[in-house]
């Protein structure tokens, strides 16, 4: 018998609608399974029970009056860097772990509209910024595949929550890759838009220019069913697209024949270990088995991404983040005067990334550096976006690596951020240019997840969704589950 816990989006759905399963018997199985694991695993800063027992009895009281929503019911997690009206939003850090914001974010309310339970809030890199979720201001989150190794971050937690089956889905936050690489270290479908997809509203800013909201899950059917629901244009977020949202779960037919996916060899790095090597290239074998034409690309300025995202992202981020002071919300230290205030709770207050990015960001901004980095930066940036365009015109998609490595133990890059950075190599460059991308199960290596990582054109989410959905029919990976 399928323990409860372990049903994905579309199963639970399938039951609810037979009647065989009600969101409160759902809820209290996932409620149940966060209760045994979660000192273990660490995937979530705050779980909402009481909340989500009374949002899953209003939903199997309003189940049959009209709403059609395929989340109608379903628990899913929220990364704690998206406002939840009345439920702390900490950043996982300490200068807001009292905060609890008075509004929801955008896609806080459409989840809500469609009648979703929410589990709770996850944890994750404080303020974003990390790539193991070592960086949280309050514990690190542990990859449920091996707890003594790292999930991937910054959406650690979000991914660690799915993977350990705690809960069904989730949502995370991507600025380079920071849903991509944990789905791919901790066995998961993750999946970052194209910038302006999603609305941003609501969403804590880490570097806005990059910044995008995307769905977590097991199998790429459920990122479909999710992103149906927070996708399309928000008058409250003034980069949102207007373009209309298409029927994601309608393209999924299993047919990915004639597409043009194209290989980048710059994208099968210097030090990648050899079972991600080995695994990312079977699955390309696989697409090609499922009659795809496979093509090989280059994408030269890739080389150039990793500086150039480093330089923007923290410049951004040392805007973005001039606002916590202590005065507005969030604890205030004691001080001698309102600037001894104000530097003490930043600077002790602050983790010691975040604070190494805003010190790098105010850098670059800076009267004389300005045109030597930030500028130049930002002229990389169009470099890799014309060339992305360029690659685009003769192919429909890209297939990658996601992480050049396996998940790595706890505390093994810590002292060492160039080596930390060097695992969104492979995912940066899409937040660079706005695309979208995907990252899902392809394999083992050392008994460690491997993620294949598919890149699309802009607004084209459904041919990654599309192709994403063929490869996991035709294989297995995506069922795969830690023995916890």
């Given at each position: 018998?399928?323990?409860?816990?372990?049903l994905?989006?579309?199963?639970?759905?399938?039951?609810?609608?037979?009647?065989?399963?009600?969101?409160?018997?759902?809820t209290e199985?996932?409620i149940?399974?966060?209760?045994?694991i979660?000192?273990r695993?660490?995937?979530f800063?705050?779980?909402?029970?009481?909340?989500?027992?009374e949002?899953?009895?209003?939903?199997?009281?309003?189940?049959?009056?009209?709403?059609?929503?395929?989340?109608?019911?379903?628990p899913?997690?929220?990364?704690?860097?998206?406002?939840?009206?009345?439920?702390q939003?900490?950043?996982?850090?300490?200068?807001l772990?009292?905060?609890?914001?008075?509004?929801?974010?955008?896609?806080?309310?459409?989840?809500?509209?469609?009648?979703?339970?929410?589990?709770?809030?996850?944890?994750?890199d404080?303020?974003?910024?990390?790539?193991?979720n070592?960086?949280s201001?309050?514990y690190?989150?542990r990859?449920?595949?091996?707890?003594?190794?790292?999930?991937?971050?910054s959406?650690?937690?979000s991914?660690?929550?799915v993977?350990a089956?705690?809960?069904?889905?989730?949502?995370?936050?991507?600025t380079?890759?920071?849903?991509?690489?944990?789905a791919?270290?901790?066995?998961?479908?993750?999946?970052?838009?194209?910038?302006?997809?999603?609305?941003?509203?609501?969403l804590?800013?880490?570097a806005?220019s990059?910044?995008?909201?995307?769905?977590?899950?097991?199998?790429?059917?459920?990122?479909?069913l999710i992103?149906?629901?927070?996708?399309?244009?928000?008058?409250?977020?003034?980069?949102?697209?207007?373009?209309?949202?298409?029927?994601?779960?309608?393209?999924?037919?299993?047919d990915?024949?004639?597409?043009r996916?194209?290989?980048?060899?710059?994208?099968?790095?210097?030090?990648?270990?050899?079972?991600v090597?080995?695994?990312?290239?079977?699955a390309?074998?696989v697409l090609?088995?499922?009659?795809?034409?496979?093509?090989?690309?280059?994408?030269?300025?890739?080389?150039?991404?990793l500086?150039?995202?480093?330089?923007?992202?923290?410049?951004?981020?040392?805007?973005?983040?001039?606002?916590?002071?202590?005065?507005?919300y969030?604890?205030?230290l004691?001080?001698?005067?309102?600037?001894?205030?104000?530097?003490?709770?930043?600077?002790?207050l602050?983790?010691?990334?975040?604070r190494?990015?805003?010190?790098?960001?105010?850098y670059?901004?800076?009267?004389?550096?300005?045109?030597a980095y930030?500028?130049?930066?930002?002229?990389v940036?169009?470099?890799?976006?014309?060339?992305?365009?360029?690659?685009?015109?003769?192919?429909?998609l890209?297939?990658?690596?996601t992480?050049?490595?396996?998940?790595?133990?706890?505390?093994?890059?810590?002292?060492?951020?160039?080596?930390?950075?060097?695992?969104?190599?492979?995912?940066?460059p899409?937040?660079?240019?706005?695309l979208?991308?995907?990252?899902?199960?392809?394999?083992?290596?050392?008994?460690?997840?491997?993620?294949?990582?598919?890149?699309?054109?802009?607004?084209?989410?459904?041919?990654?969704?599309r192709?994403?959905?063929?490869y996991?029919?035709?294989t297995?990976?995506?069922?795969?589950?830690?023995n916890?």
């Amino acid at each position: 018998m399928t323990e409860l816990h372990t049903l994905g989006i579309a199963a639970i759905r399938a039951a609810l609608d037979a009647g065989d399963l009600t969101s409160v018997e759902i809820t209290e199985a996932l409620i149940a399974r966060i209760n045994a694991i979660e000192p273990r695993i660490q995937a979530f800063l705050t779980v909402t029970a009481e909340q989500a027992l009374e949002q899953a009895r209003s939903a199997d009281a309003q189940r049959g009056n009209g709403n059609t929503s395929p989340l109608h019911g379903i628990p899913l997690a929220i990364k704690d860097v998206i406002c939840t009206r009345d439920v702390q939003t900490t950043c996982a850090s300490r200068i807001l772990e009292d905060f609890k914001p008075p509004y929801n974010a955008t896609v806080v309310e459409r989840l809500n509209a469609s009648g979703m339970v929410m589990l709770g809030k996850t944890n994750c890199d404080e303020f974003a910024m990390g790539s193991s979720n070592e960086n949280s201001g309050y514990y690190p989150a542990r990859n449920p595949w091996d707890t003594d190794r790292v999930p991937g971050g910054s959406s650690g937690g979000s991914t660690a929550a799915v993977a350990a089956c705690e809960a069904p889905g989730s949502l995370g936050t991507d600025t380079g890759g920071s849903i991509r690489q944990p789905a791919a270290l901790c066995g998961v479908s993750g999946f970052k838009p194209t910038y302006g997809r999603i609305s941003r509203y609501g969403l804590v800013a880490y570097a806005s220019s990059l910044d995008q909201i995307g769905p977590i899950a097991r199998s790429v059917a459920d990122l479909a069913l999710i992103l149906q629901v927070i996708a399309g244009h928000d008058p409250l977020d003034s980069t949102s697209s207007t373009l209309p949202v298409p029927d994601y779960s309608a393209g999924l037919t299993g047919d990915m024949r004639g597409l043009r996916i194209g290989i980048p060899h710059e994208y099968f790095v210097e030090g990648i270990e050899a079972g991600v090597e080995q695994a990312t290239r079977e699955a390309i074998d696989v697409l090609r088995d499922l009659g795809a034409e496979i093509v090989d690309v280059s994408l030269p300025t890739t080389a150039y991404a990793l500086p150039a995202y480093y330089i923007i992202a923290t410049a951004e981020a040392s805007a973005n983040l001039a606002r916590y002071d202590g005065v507005r919300y969030g604890p205030r230290l004691a001080g001698e005067s309102m600037w001894d205030e104000i530097e003490r709770t930043r600077g002790e207050l602050f983790g010691p990334e975040v604070r190494r990015r805003i010190m790098l960001g105010t850098y670059v901004l800076s009267a004389g550096y300005y045109d030597a980095y930030y500028k130049r930066a930002q002229q990389v940036r169009t470099l890799i976006n014309n060339e992305f365009n360029a690659v685009f015109a003769q192919i429909d998609l890209l297939a990658t690596p996601t992480s050049p490595t396996v998940a790595f133990p706890i505390g093994q890059k810590v002292d060492d951020p160039i080596a930390m950075y060097l695992s969104d190599l492979c995912t940066l460059p899409a937040n660079l240019a706005g695309l979208p991308g995907m990252a899902i199960p392809c394999g083992l290596s050392n008994n460690l997840p491997v993620g294949l990582q598919l890149l699309g054109k802009p607004f084209d989410e459904s041919t990654l969704l599309r192709v994403g959905d063929a490869y996991q029919r035709a294989t297995d990976w995506h069922t795969m589950h830690p023995n916890l």
